[in-house]
């Protein structure tokens, strides 16, 4: 699967990119991330991006110069993909669209700063809307990274066992994941519940069922 970031900072992926399940798959060969700078595609000495509102306030806004030629030439370098607009007024991201962003063979993740994109970005480009809460971050940035991480989580082989995403919380069962034990089996007086220990698979699925629908109630 293959993602596309464009962003006015793409080294804040650096490290990101370079760590843990995401750099193991990326090193597999079953993920693709790559980082576009919306300033390449900038006119000027300054590569200027942003500007004042018009109707007046405070900030500034993402020109639509800049960042429609940079989505319209990424684009045009494979298949046209899904393009995803990271914004606070988008549909707030859910393991459902995790699930049908995983369906998708390239996302392209477009990261606003500022005061956000002018509008005529949204009209254009047409892209799908998402939010990762009702808050607001600095950028597009580290909501980018949030879908990254929910998405390949679904991607065949990037989990050391597949059956690792069908028990997670919010699954198709729309429950909450049961609670989980390891070593050692007591810790500061609170020890593992005795049907974990006793080896009948059947009684631990019972008791797994029960305490995730407890959990979800």
């Not at 942003?50 to 370098?77: H, K, L, N, S």
């Not at 980018?144 to 919010?170: F, T």
């Not at 089996?185 to 593992?192: K, M, P, S, T």
Request: hydrophobic fraction near 40%; charged fraction near 25%.
């Amino acid at each position: 699967m293959r993602f596309d970031v464009l962003t006015i900072f793409p080294e804040i992926f650096t490290s990101y990119l370079s760590q843990s399940l995401l750099k193991i798959a990326l090193d597999a060969g079953l993920v693709q991330v790559n980082t576009w700078n919306i300033r390449d595609w900038a006119p000027g000495k300054h590569q200027k991006v942003d500007d004042t509102p018009f109707g007046g306030g405070p900030g500034m806004v993402m020109m639509p110069g800049p960042v429609i030629d940079a989505v319209e030439a990424v684009q045009a370098q494979a298949e046209a993909g899904q393009l995803v607009m990271l914004t606070p007024a988008g549909t707030r991201l859910t393991q459902r669209i995790v699930e049908d962003l995983a369906t998708q063979p390239r996302l392209l993740l477009l990261c606003g700063r500022y005061e956000g994109f002018d509008d005529r970005i949204r009209q254009i480009l047409k892209p799908r809307e998402l939010s990762i809460g009702d808050y607001v971050c600095n950028g597009g940035e580290v909501p980018a990274m949030a879908v990254i991480d929910a998405v390949i989580r679904l991607v065949p082989g990037v989990l050391g066992d597949d059956r690792s995403a069908a028990d997670d919380s919010h699954n198709e069962t729309g429950r909450l994941e049961y609670p989980q034990y390891t070593r050692p089996r007591e810790y500061r007086g609170l020890g593992v519940p005795d049907v974990l220990l006793g080896g009948n698979h059947q009684a631990v699925a019972r008791w797994r069922e029960e305490q995730s629908r407890r959990q979800t109630h």
